[in-house]
Nanobody
Framework: QVQLVESGGGLVQPGGSLRLSCAAS????????MGWYRQAPGKLRDLVAV???????NYADSVKGRFTISRDNAKTTVSLQMNDLKPEDTAVYYC?????????WGQGTQVTVSS
């Protein structure tokens, strides 16, 4: 059974940093593209960043230069380093794993950016 468990969310002031982590199990991790998505109240779930099984990365324009996605295949984890956080980054952040026709989601972790 595939499980994705996020951690690292919380409350941070504007300009601050957070690091989200997603621990994956029950899957051949190094074959999956891994991503982070976010959903703010009343809005659709949007892609934040993705890292492919080959290590290529892609980011939403709104987070380029501020967020960094990385993966550790040995530890089966994917992380999202978020710097210079803005109030508009406030959302529930979800870990995603995708391979062929398989698509899995974590339960989400809340990130709130507020003074």
């Amino acid at each position: 059974q595939v499980q994705l468990v996020e951690s690292g969310g919380g409350l941070v002031q504007p300009g601050g940093s957070l690091r989200l982590s997603c621990a994956a199990s029950g899957m051949t991790f190094n074959t999956y593209d891994m991503g982070w998505y976010r959903q703010a109240p009343g809005k659709l779930r949007d892609l934040v960043a993705v890292i492919t099984s080959g290590g290529n990365t892609n980011y939403a324009d709104s987070v380029k230069g501020r967020f960094t996605i990385s993966r550790d295949n040995a530890k089966t984890t994917v992380s999202l380093q978020m710097n210079d956080l803005k109030p508009e980054d406030t959302a529930v952040y979800y870990c995603n794993a995708r391979h062929l026709n398989r698509n899995y989601w974590g339960q989400g972790t809340q990130v709130t950016v507020s003074s």
